[in-house]
Nanobody
């Protein structure tokens, strides 16, 4: 089993920045992928960014150039640096850890972009 603890959400004005963190604990395999998803109000959950343990990254088109995913493998932690935030980035952000055919989700953290 893997447990995920997210932090860093909050209220920010348009154009501002936030940094999300997600720490994984439990039985962690060296080969894995960690990702951030988000679910805006009334919409489906969508992939924001993903990073594998060997550094391969994937971004949604809507966040390219504004968001950066990174990870500290020694700490089993993934980060999402979000810059130039827009009101349409408002959502609950979820961390996902995938390994050995299993997937684990965090509890979610609210990000609200509003003036």
């Amino acid at each position: 089993q893997v447990q995920l603890a997210e932090s860093g959400g909050g209220l920010v004005q348009p154009g501002g920045s936030l940094r999300l963190s997600c720490a994984a604990s439990g039985r962690i395999f060296s080969a894995n992928a960690m990702a951030w998803y988000r679910q805006p109000p009334g919409k489906q959950r969508e992939l924001v960014a993903q990073m594998t343990s060997i550094g391969t990254t994937t971004y949604a088109d809507s966040v390219k150039g504004r968001f950066t995913i990174s990870r500290d493998n020694a700490k089993n932690t993934v980060y999402l640096q979000m810059n130039s935030l827009k009101p349409e980035d408002t959502a609950v952000y979820y961390c996902k850890h995938t390994q050995n055919l299993g997937a684990y989700w965090g509890q979610g953290t609210q990000v609200t972009v509003s003036s």
